[in-house]
């Protein structure tokens, strides 16, 4: 009698509810024998119009069988509800991924450290876009025929689909590949050919998305350094080659790899079988790789303010040494125009008096109400405040409001809630959030090193009648006398448009240290980070700061904001990701009774405070 060998994984399915409460499918594999130590798995990312179920053999032929595996089903695809191809947008598809890893962290106990990433072609651009925005600690991504750049073979196809679009927002258009495209093997091809689930729409909306994000994502890939594999098909009739190789050049990860897979199609783990197995060895090599070396301590991201892609593009703005010559004299062209129209426009004016980074030119901002002089300023104004940085600006507003008002709504009603907001400008984000929260004891400190933003917000907390406890304090967010240890710790602490526009860690640090110290022991941080920025040029060469100076910005990647804010002992939570992915807004919870090492030496931790009595 022979004796079966159990399977090394136990399958199973579930579901799980994404940022939008929409529950989507997904597949998971239990190992039979998990390895040592903590618990490690692998994360799958199908390619568009698949789905979970195209992933069952590729668990099996990577051969981890220690490793726990998962795949969801994407919105619009496979058993996950939606127009078959839709979803709101290409951002809601990465959002729902970080839902799907934060969903596998709390329900295996999976920490996010522990996960790697195997993702192919669209796959590829949602981890891309994830490691991006989101910056997961994740221990590495394998990507596969990433989808950068989608071969529509049609002369302006992205034009006319985006004309498309404006005539009709639902506009969805049927895929011109076809199996003989995607792979070498007969048998996967008629796989492929008979699977129900695979979906042949997609949503033009999506695929403008897609490309638009992939594009930015590609730009500033420099804000990337998690360990990547890639993998090329040298015949990829879907895909071009070329975005990939850029992607990976331009990539920070100290681990990275680069391989081309010879005389394959787009479809590389599904390929024939000399293509596969290279595939497939490549990836196993890289993943033991991966696990077997650690994360980089948090440390290495206190130096990225001088030792960084974005330091050095700070310096050559700094110098003058930034942008060609045909770029320079177009920004020298609209400045002087700033310079003799500017004037007109009433939100330009404000910028040029008192610097287009302060606070009255942000509450400008938020009030979104075009106005000027001699009938043209305010055409001019009404594009000026429609820049893709006010618009964001805007949703950043939105979504820190949604954000601290869901903190609000889960404190518990029968306790005081005690909010700081340690540069609060005009008051508006908080003080608005406040007039839908009147029946709740909420104490409210606003501080802010103008008295003039101070004496705003005063007058804007009378005209919205907040029958709140509000205190106004004129103090530098940067100091540590600031931040008193005696004080009654705070349950909410906000710190919103300030760190991105000072490049010096050490003071960025300075100012985490000072919060901590008077954040309660499972308080929560409620952060903003500009992780990049599509005109930092135009901006550098024709807009002045609150001192007058041109105004420089170095993006902090999300990575090294997070890195920061962990470093005192907050743990991020989630954050929201803005237009473009400009700017984001992240919430974090205080875990640790002091800051970590690695504060600036001027600054030792202060004793913890004691925690208030409610």
Same mark, same amino acid.
């Given at each position: 009698?022979?004796? &079966?060998? /159990? ?45 979970? @179920? ?21 919105? @619009? ?27 596998? %962290? ?29 910056? $997961? ?26 004309? @498309? ?50 594009? !930015? ?27 990939? !190789? ?49 994360? $980089? ?12 892609? =974005? ?5 050559? #703005? ?7 010559? &045909? ?26 008096? *008192?610097?287009?980074? =302060?606070?009255? =030119? ?11 002089? #001699? ?23 939105? *979504? ?81 006398? =600031? ?25 960025? &640090? ?10 309660? /022991? ?11 920025? $599509? %005109? ?19 993006? !902090? ?58």
């Amino acid at each position: 009698m022979t004796l &079966l060998s /159990p399977a090394p994984w136990q399958p199973f399915e579930s579901g799980f509810d994404s940022f939008d409460q929409t529950r989507l499918f997904y597949r998971g594999w239990r190992p039979a024998q998990a390895a040592e130590g903590k618990p490690q798995a692998l994360v799958f990312l199908h390619r568009g119009h698949e789905h979970s @179920g195209r992933i069952a053999p590729l668990v099996a032929q990577f051969g981890c069988t220690g490793h726990w595996a998962f795949a969801c089903d994407a919105r @619009g695809h496979g058993h996950s509800p939606g127009a078959r191809g839709d979803a709101p947008s290409f951002g809601a598809m990465v959002q729902d991924f970080e839902s799907f890893v934060r969903h596998l %962290q709390a329900t295996y106990g999976i920490a996010a450290e522990d996960m790697l990433i195997v993702a192919n072609s669209v796959g590829a651009v949602i981890a891309a876009t994830w490691l991006h925005d989101y910056a $997961p600690r994740v221990r590495g991504v394998v990507m596969a025929a990433a989808a950068f750049d989608i071969n529509l073979y049609v002369p302006l196809a992205k034009p006319a689909l985006r004309l @498309g679009l404006r005539l009709n927002p639902g506009l969805n258009i049927t895929s011109y590949i076809r199996s003989g495209m995607l792979t070498h093997s007969r048998e996967q091809a008629l796989a492929y050919d008979a699977d129900p689930l695979v979906t042949r729409n997609i949503s033009a909306r999506v695929l403008i998305d897609l490309a638009d994000t992939a594009a !930015r994502v590609v730009a500033d890939a420099q804000a990337i350094d998690t360990p990547i594999l890639m993998l090329v098909a040298d015949k990829d009739y879907v895909v071009k080659p070329g975005p990939q !190789r850029l992607f990976f050049d331009r990539l920070a990860s100290k681990l990275k790899r680069y391989q081309v897979i010879d005389n394959c199609h787009h479809a590389i783990f599904y390929e024939a079988a000399p293509q596969a197995r290279a595939a497939l060895q490549a990836s196993q090599a890289f993943i033991a790789e991966c696990f077997a070396q650690p994360l $980089p301590p948090l440390a290495v991201y206190l130096a990225a303010d001088t030792s960084s892609p =974005s330091a050095a593009m700070l310096r050559a #703005m700094q110098q003058d040494q930034a942008g060609t010559p &045909l770029e320079n004299a177009w920004y020298g062209l609209q400045k002087n125009l700033l310079g003799r129209l500017g004037h007109l426009s009433d939100g330009m004016a404000i910028g040029q008096a *008192q610097g287009f980074d =302060s606070g009255a =030119s942000l509450d400008y901002v938020y009030k979104n109400q075009a106005g000027g002089r #001699m009938g043209i300023g305010k055409g001019i104004d009404r594009g000026y405040l429609d820049a893709i940085g006010w618009r964001g600006i805007r949703q950043r507003k939105a *979504q820190l409001q949604q954000l601290l008002g869901e903190l609000i709504a889960r404190h518990p009603a029968d306790r005081p809630l005690r909010i700081l907001d340690v540069a609060a400008g005009g008051g508006r984000y908080v003080l608005e959030t406040l007039k839908r929260f009147q029946s709740r004891h909420i104490e409210v400190t606003l501080r802010d090193i103008d008295a003039a933003n101070l004496a705003q917000a005063q007058q804007l907390a009378m005209d919205l009648g907040l029958a709140n406890h509000i205190a106004f304090q004129r103090r530098d967010a940067f100091d540590p006398a =600031s931040y008193p240890a005696d004080e009654v710790p705070y349950d909410i602490v906000v710190v919103s448009g300030l760190y991105e526009l000072f490049s010096d860690n050490a003071r960025v &640090l300075a100012s985490l240290a000072g919060i901590a110290r008077q954040l309660r /022991p499972g308080g929560h941080l409620v952060y903003t980070g500009q992780p990049w920025h $599509p %005109q930092l040029l135009l901006i550098a060469k024709t807009l002045n700061n609150h001192l007058g100076q041109p105004w420089r910005m170095r993006p !902090r990647p999300q990575a090294e904001m997070d890195a920061l804010v962990a470093s005192v002992g907050c743990e991020k939570l989630a954050s929201a990701i803005g237009l473009a992915g400009i700017f984001t807004v992240s919430v974090a919870r205080r875990v640790a009774t002091r800051p970590e090492a690695g504060l600036p030496a001027s600054m030792p931790a202060a004793p913890e405070p004691a925690t208030a009595t409610h």
